[in-house]
């Protein structure tokens, strides 16, 4: 079975750190690019970052930009996201997902995905 999973959600306070893992299991994804996705209540599924096949090139949304880094480790079929300063407005189900067959057109669309994970709860308190 093809998967993902995400860990390393929990909850913090307001200008604290979390590292969430995603890890990949029924084939390998080193040849794909992956990405971190969030959702918080009531809003629309938002890009948070972004890493290519090699882990060379990263992207960010504006809202993450010099707080967290994207990171993977194609040994371990595995994907990063280090979150620090963390505020109360990035509470989220955070998801991590696969680039689909087709690549990126953009790199922050829902739909340049084709698997995803099934989400890990980060709730900052302020």
């Known amino acids: 079975q093809v998967q993902l999973v995400e860990s390393g959600g929990g909850l913090v306070e307001a200008g604290g750190s979390l590292r969430l893992s995603c890890a990949g299991s029924?084939?390998?994804?080193?040849?794909?690019?992956m990405g971190w996705f969030r959702q918080a209540p009531g809003k629309e599924r938002e890009f948070v970052a972004a890493?290519?096949?090699?882990?060379?090139?990263?992207y960010y949304g504006d809202s993450v930009k010099g707080r967290f880094t994207i990171s993977r480790d194609n040994a371990k079929n595995t994907v990063y996201l280090q979150m620090n300063s963390l505020k109360a407005e990035d509470t989220a189900v955070y998801y991590c997902?696969?680039?689909?067959?087709?690549?990126?057109?953009?790199?922050?669309?829902?739909?340049?995905?084709?698997?995803w994970g099934q989400g890990t709860q980060v709730t900052v308190s302020s």
């Open positions: 029924g084939r390998t994804f080193s040849s794909k690019g």
């Open positions: 890493v290519n096949w090699s882990g060379v090139n990263t």
């Open positions: 997902a696969v680039a689909g067959p087709g690549g990126w057109r953009t790199v922050v669309g829902v739909d340049e995905y084709s698997l």
